[in-house]
């Protein structure tokens, strides 16, 4: 059950899916099982995507599967659930003055499924809560998003900011999102340029030292 | 305004495109300032026409593509200009006489005033949603549209507008979401009398009357700006816009998810929708071209490019109702310019497929030297000098780069040398650079 499980939520296959959540559910299976299973299935869909498998309709519709089979399971969950391990912390943050947050979730996805504790701090996000963030939650990875070309400013503000407050050293800063490349990277002082969501989670991997 | 002649029904669509390209040329109801500016426009508008043809003209046509820009040169905060019609066009002249381009690249149209007053919620701008001093106005994505309507949008496409989309994207508007439909106010005029004397409209009425005494405002300093660029030489190359059939619902209606989740539970609903829009874009477009006297629409394209469907997802959704868009189009005599940001280096051989020299399309990220090989062999090609260029490096490496493109994408005609996207922020000189590397290197 709980192989076919996996399987059918990677291949996306939502009636089939939602009925096997409610069976395994009335067959008192553990639901964190169901959950950890869950996990599983979209592990799968993040390496379909990197693999060019699959594109943003699977992503974003996966999203939306684990959303129904987690809101199924929840009635049925007792006490905490055990936290699954990490590897390290990553925050990220479309900067001051940009609304977009498409690839901003992509990154965040494919870094959860690869197992990072992601900290996304949303759009348009002002420079000084982007420096109080890293100050408190010590993240030694930052990821800026932004898509239009103010942003490029923004992004340069927020690195100057937090070498101002000294937290550059040790902070690794990758940028990413529309007309984002390596020249920006360099105007703003960031550490590399993402060209998409797989080049951030290599990134990061490369960055914490993992495989 | 174009008028066609009485034979326009037999005409190939080069004839027809022949007849608008004059036309624009021609400079319909344009008072020069000066002999030089009327040459300077019929030269220029000549020089775009042969690259869009993909015929050889003096030298490789190049369009600064402006954006936001002309309030950066000018020192002025984007947010006053929003507000202020006349500093727009104060502004905006300003660029045309300190920049050489082959063309104006238009107007801000962005009535802030009005979006305020009418509770939009579809936009954030300065003040309105972003910081004060941001130097951009972002559209809202959103699920304007709920899974269930696109029966009432093809049916009933005023009802649909009137109680669901301008409640949900426009505040004002948001008292007729509890009205039942217009359908059962048929014979009982009274019962359409007393919605609009009821009290909860009179907001509404009040914001349209506000808003209407604020936009003529915005359409005479768009047009004294437009019409003052062409006097100085400076023709607008393009005569209106259209988007795809997949983005009308992938970015208006739906947004990303909505539409997302369409693609796998109703596909079929979403191929009917794009037929219903099909024929109406393809109008639109062709009475923007014959109000605005230019053959060129401009088509900014989306959610098709290479990071968000698969090719078998562009097979299905993207491509063929907007390649019928295309072909629609030009047999009109119209010369559709899509614009692919992003990348397209994966759409390539789609886009070949085309009748030579009937399509001019713009490219973002997209790799040119693979695009020249391809597409460029039957469309004309433009663009990808990126404004992360033109804004953090110096001169001489824009021109540099300008250069290259030049090599790369100008051999036997058919390119224009312009940005992979609009340039908000931009260094001066870079720009500069852009128009000497044109006139430097792309001599034919």
């Known amino acids: 059950m709980s192989g076919d499980f996996i399987n059918l939520l990677a291949d996306l296959k939502e009636e089939e899916v939602l009925k096997l959540t409610k069976e395994r559910l009335d067959a008192k299976e553990d639901p964190l099982k169901i959950l950890d299973d869950a996990r599983e299935g979209m592990s799968i869909v993040g390496k379909r995507f990197a693999g060019g498998e699959y594109f943003l309709p699977e992503l974003v519709f996966s999203g939306e599967l684990l959303a129904q089979v987690t809101n199924l399971v929840k009635p049925h969950l007792t006490g905490e659930g055990v936290q699954q391990k990490k590897i390290g912390k990553v925050i990220i943050a479309t900067v001051a003055g940009d609304i977009h947050d498409i690839g901003l979730n992509i990154v965040d996805f494919m870094l959860d499924v690869n197992g990072f504790e992601v900290t996304n701090m949303g759009v348009d996000v002002p420079v000084e809560k982007i420096v109080k963030a890293v100050k408190e939650i010590k993240a030694p990875v930052l990821g800026l998003s932004g898509f239009l070309t103010p942003a490029f400013d923004a992004m340069k503000e927020t690195v100057e900011a937090l070498e101002k407050e000294g937290l550059r050293k040790g902070l690794k800063i990758m940028i990413g999102g529309g007309q984002m490349d390596d020249e920006v990277c360099k105007y703003a002082k960031a550490d590399a340029y993402g060209k ?3 080049a951030a989670v290599a990134l990061t991997k490369k960055w914490y030292g993992v495989e | ?4 002649p009485d034979n326009w029904k037999d005409l190939t669509w080069q004839q027809k495109r022949e007849l608008r390209l004059n036309h624009w040329i021609s400079a319909p109801g344009i008072e020069f300032v000066s002999k030089e500016a009327a040459e300077g426009y019929k030269a220029r508008a000549t ?10 003209p003096d030298r490789v046509p190049c369009m600064i ?9 000018a020192g002025v905060p984007l947010k006053k200009v929003m507000y202020d019609p006349k ?3 104060k502004v905006w002249l300003k660029f045309v006489d300190e920049y050489d381009s082959d063309s104006f690249d238009g107007t801000l149209f962005f009535q802030a005033r009005v979006n305020e007053l009418m509770e939009v919620r579809t936009m954030k701008w300065p003040g309105h949603g972003l910081p004060d001093n941001a130097h951009s106005y972002q559209y809202v994505e959103g699920v304007y549209m709920q899974a269930d309507e696109y029966d009432l949008f093809m049916k009933d496409p005023f009802d649909f507008q009137l109680r669901k989309l301008l409640p949900r994207t426009t505040g004002v508007f948001e008292p007729f979401k509890d009205e039942r439909s217009f359908a059962s106010y048929q014979g009982l005029p009274q019962r359409l009398m007393a919605m609009c004397l009821n009290p909860k409209f009179q907001k509404l009425f009040k914001a349209i009357n506000e808003a209407s005494k604020e936009l003529p405002a915005w359409g005479k300093a768009t047009a004294e700006t437009t019409m003052g660029a062409a006097a100085r030489g400076f023709p607008v190359f393009r005569g209106g816009l259209a988007v795809a059939p997949f983005d009308v619902f992938a970015d208006n209606l739906r947004g990303t998810q909505g539409i997302v989740m369409d693609m796998f539970r109703q ?5 009917e929708a794009m037929e219903f ?3 109406q874009l393809v109008d639109g477009a062709v009475a923007m071209a014959d109000a605005a006297d230019c053959p060129v629409i401009m088509m900014p394209l989306h959610k098709g490019d290479d990071t968000f469907m698969s090719d078998k997802q562009f097979e299905v959704f993207y491509w063929p109702t907007f390649k019928r868009e295309l072909l629609m189009m030009v047999e009109e005599g119209l010369i559709p310019y899509p614009v692919a940001e992003g990348a397209y280096n994966r759409r390539l051989e789609y886009i070949s497929n085309m009748p030579k020299g009937a399509v001019a399309w713009m490219f973002d990220q997209t790799n040119m030297a693979n695009a020249k090989k391809t597409v460029g062999k039957v469309s004309c090609i433009a663009g990808n000098v990126p404004v992360s260029i033109a804004y953090t490096k110096t001169a001489a490496e824009m021109k540099e780069y300008c250069r290259k493109l030049i090599e790369t994408c100008a051999p036997g005609g058919g390119y224009i040398l312009t940005g992979g996207s609009t340039y908000d922020m931009a260094q001066p000189e870079n720009l500069r650079a852009m128009m000497e590397a044109a006139k430097e290197y792309g001599k034919y």
């Not at chain 2, 596909?267 to 191929?271: A, E, F, L, T």
């Open chain 2, 277 to 279: 829009v099909l024929p």
């Open chain 2, 65 to 73: 593509p402006t954006g936001w820009y002309p309030a950066k040169n």
């Open chain 2, 1 to 4: 305004m174009f008028t066609r």
């Open chain 1, 196 to 198: 998409d969501a797989m």
């Open chain 2, 267 to 271: 596909p079929d609903k979403i191929h």
């Open chain 2, 47 to 56: 020089r775009l026409s042969k690259a869009a043809k993909m015929e050889i």
């Open chain 2, 87 to 89: 500093l727009m066009k």
